[in-house]
């Protein structure tokens, strides 16, 4: 049984199956950078403040670093059979260290400590992801440039509604995708890095050290040049000292903006994704989606199915259910820090895995594509898909727009029950149903370039 943080009120051992049922390494192993970098500035702290000597905290510091390094090269060793991640960096210091390992802990709670790693895991994992969406932009936009000529239909309630660029269609994605880019900057702009709540009421250092928290763990280092990978990490993460302890240990808002931010994210290449299931379908046959991107069946031998994609729609599911989650652990938690809160980081882990994933797979999967430009072409020669040009086109000739809409709408009604052409019928058919349809001038309107281009109200590059 490995050595806790606490203990000393306690006579007996904890029960085996407490220890397994309490235990979190197996998760929050993930924050041990952030959490050896939460020690590094602590030790500096102490330093500043007395508790400990300007060596005591150096060699804390150099043993921290190695522990760092460890973890960056993936060769840390973890104690499975220790509590938590926290413990486990706590007790490796012990080992090597010996008792000046026992002052690290000095005006300092895990509850503190597990939210100040917390915030620093999720900045550092929300830059790496805002590359990773960027990325699939960068793909959705050379898939554009290839492919810019194109226009297909589009659709509302999945009916054909009006020619529109593939361009616009799939730009539309990239919109989305650029909204989340800033929305997890708003989101990590809001998250303050602070250290000094304690447990829950702060600790008998004052602020003004922990104000100065950016250069303590420079302070402690005996040699400066080791610190240097970590110059730009601190600068763009600055630490405070914590003008509420109590709001510090028990706020987990920002967890829950960004496994909601995440849904977004995931909701968005759902979207996608069944576009392009939908697409790559043998009814619509809009596009290839390339075998390297597909699998196959153990029964069907001809089946190529779009696996990915689909695992992207059902992993929306995934999301949303850990957002549920974690607001339902939240809403009936009182102040402060309760052990509930160590479930937020399971779901926040995973979300972050999940759409980390999806990006890189879907970046890929979108640069090949092929687009079936001789099938698309062919949907556009449903009349129907114009019928609002027509529309226009009547209300251009001095025809009040309810009544445009009411004689086009019968139009297309007869050219459906009669099996007729709009642009193949007489002008004498024509004006039946109004003086203003003229046969030469609406036989251009049945043009996809044509209508397209006739909306002014967008704004093109």
């Keep these: 049984m490995a050595k806790k943080l606490w203990g000393g009120r306690f006579d007996k051992e904890t029960d085996p199956s407490v220890e397994k049922f309490t235990r979190s390494i197996q998760f929050d192993h993930k924050l041990a950078w952030f959490d050896a970098l939460g020690s590094m500035f602590h030790a500096g702290i102490l330093a500043r403040s007395g508790y400990l000597t300007w060596a005591e905290a150096g060699s804390l510091t150099d043993e921290l670093m190695k522990i760092a390094e460890e973890v960056q090269k993936g060769v840390f060793k973890e104690d499975p059979n220790c509590e938590d991640i926290h413990t486990n960096i706590q007790n490796r210091l012990e080992s090597t260290l010996g008792d000046v390992a026992l002052k690290l802990h000095m005006a300092r709670s895990r509850n503190d400590q597990v939210v100040f790693a917390t915030k620093l895991y999720c900045k550092s994992t929300i830059t790496n992801l805002q590359v ?84 303590c763990i420079f302070d402690a280092a005996q040699n400066e040049e080791k610190w240097t990978a970590l110059n730009d990490f601190i600068k763009e993460n600055k630490v405070e000292s914590t003008t509420n302890s109590l709001d510090a240990v028990s706020d987990r808002d920002f967890v829950i903006e960004i496994i909601s931010a995440l849904s977004i994210i995931a909701m968005h290449l759902s979207r996608l994704s069944e576009d392009l299931i939908i697409w790559s379908t043998q009814e619509f046959d809009f596009v290839e989606i390339d075998e390297a991107f597909c699998t196959g069946s153990s029964l069907m031998p001809q089946k190529k199915n779009p696996d990915v994609l689909e695992l992207v729609r059902g992993y929306a ?143 093109r590059k």
């Design 132 to 215: 990773n969406i960027n990325k699939l932009v960068s793909s959705i936009e050379k898939l554009l440039v290839e492919n810019e000529d194109i226009i297909m239909p589009g659709f509302t309630h999945m009916q054909h509604a009006q020619p529109v660029y593939l361009k616009d269609y799939l730009g539309t994605y990239q919109k989305m995708l650029l909204r989340d880019v800033e929305r997890l900057k708003y989101i990590s702009n809001n998250i303050k890095i602070t250290m000094g709540a304690g447990a829950l009421a702060g600790t008998p250092i004052s602020s003004e050290e922990y104000s100065k928290i950016a250069n």
């Design 317 to 459: 599911g995934r999301l949303n259910g850990n957002l549920v989650s974690v607001l339902t652990m939240m809403k009936g938690l009182p102040l402060t820090y309760n052990r509930d809160m160590q479930l937020d980081k399971e779901p926040l882990f995973n979300s972050f895995e999940i759409v980390s994933l999806e990006l890189e797979v879907l970046a890929g999967l979108i640069e090949t594509l092929k687009f079936n430009k001789l099938k698309i072409k062919e949907y556009l020669k449903d009349e129907s898909l114009y019928a609002t040009d027509l529309v226009y086109h009547l209300v251009k000739n001095g025809v009040p727009f309810k009544q445009a809409h009411t004689t086009i709408g019968e139009l297309i009604k007869y050219s459906i029950s009669s099996g007729q052409k709009i642009k193949d019928m007489s002008a004498e058919k024509l004006k039946e149903f109004s003086e203003c349809l003229n046969k030469e001038g609406i036989v251009k309107l049945f043009d996809a370039k044509e209508s397209v281009e006739s909306k002014f109200s967008i704004k």
